[in-house]
Antibody, heavy 120, light 111 residues
Framework: QLQLQESGPGLVKPSETLSLTCTVS??????????WGWIRQPPGKGLEWIGS???????YYNPSLKSRVTISVDTSKNQFSLKLSSVTAADTAVYYC????????????WGQGTMVTVSS | QSALTQPASVSGSPGQSITISCTGT?????????VSWYQQHPGKAPKLMIY???KRPSGVSNRFSGSKSGNTASLTISGLQAEDEADYYC???????????FGTGTKVTVL
């Protein structure tokens, strides 16, 4: 069945750029039926949608993070990626990648999540 | 865009029914039938339990049901079981400028 797996550094210095990749296995990221998104969860806190991408490359972002976020897709590798610039301690969180069907506004398959700590 | 409001905690005894509310505004919950609910056990990724207000994904127990009235959505768990003890989050579509907003989360305790 479809699986998502996040990967990337677990520690990022303040003011630097956080970079994560989500690898999709068991299915194609190029399906016209789905978007692919990033969601984060600071320790002990709730979920926050970061942004999403379609296989064609069209993106949409949370307005509160839009100035610092870039999401891209590599269909040849069945991966999509997140870059968050100028990070601070407030960006410390578990970062999840997830699939969401077009029109359903629901995240139906999630990766296991990866913890990213922002600290010098 | 502010987070949707959920009660911090709800509890119930095994076999009972509990309801978790999720209050938004006329810009999100009130405008779209695109509310979803997620269950999250400690240290685990969220799991989709309800989508489009009241639809259950394949494999989700029919003890979980969703509804909406005005700006408030609700998740009801009937026949409460020990395994239902977890955090629950709602999520709503909020239009093309904001897209998705999550709730503050509710800790469900089975007494």
């Amino acid at each position: 069945q479809l699986q998502l797996q996040e990967s990337g550094p677990g520690l990022v210095k303040p003011s630097e750029t956080l970079s994560l990749t989500c690898t999709v296995s068991g299915g194609s990221i190029s399906s016209s039926s789905y978007y692919w998104g990033w969601i984060r969860q600071p320790p002990g806190k709730g979920l926050e949608w970061i942004g999403s991408i379609y296989y064609s490359g069209s993106t949409y972002y949370n307005p509160s993070l839009k100035s610092r976020v870039t999401i891209s897709v590599d269909t040849s590798k069945n991966q999509f990626s997140l870059k968050l610039s100028s990070v601070t301690a407030a960006d410390t969180a578990v970062y999840y990648c997830a699939r969401h069907p077009r029109g359903a506004a629901a995240f139906d398959i999630w990766g296991q999540g990866t913890m990213v700590t922002v600290s010098s | 865009q502010s987070a949707l409001t959920q009660p911090a905690s709800v509890s119930g005894s095994p076999g009972q029914s509990i309801t978790i509310s999720c209050t938004g505004t006329s810009s999100d919950v009130g405008s779209y039938n695109l509310v979803s609910w997620y269950q999250q056990h400690p240290g685990k990724a969220p799991k989709l339990m309800i989508y489009e207000v009241s639809k259950r994904p394949s494999g989700v127990s029919n003890r979980f049901s969703g509804s909406k009235s005005g700006n408030t959505a609700s998740l009801t768990i009937s026949g409460l079981q020990a395994e239902d003890e977890a955090d629950y989050y709602c999520c709503s579509y909020a239009g093309s400028s904001t897209d998705y907003v999550f709730g503050t989360g509710t800790k469900v305790t089975v007494l």
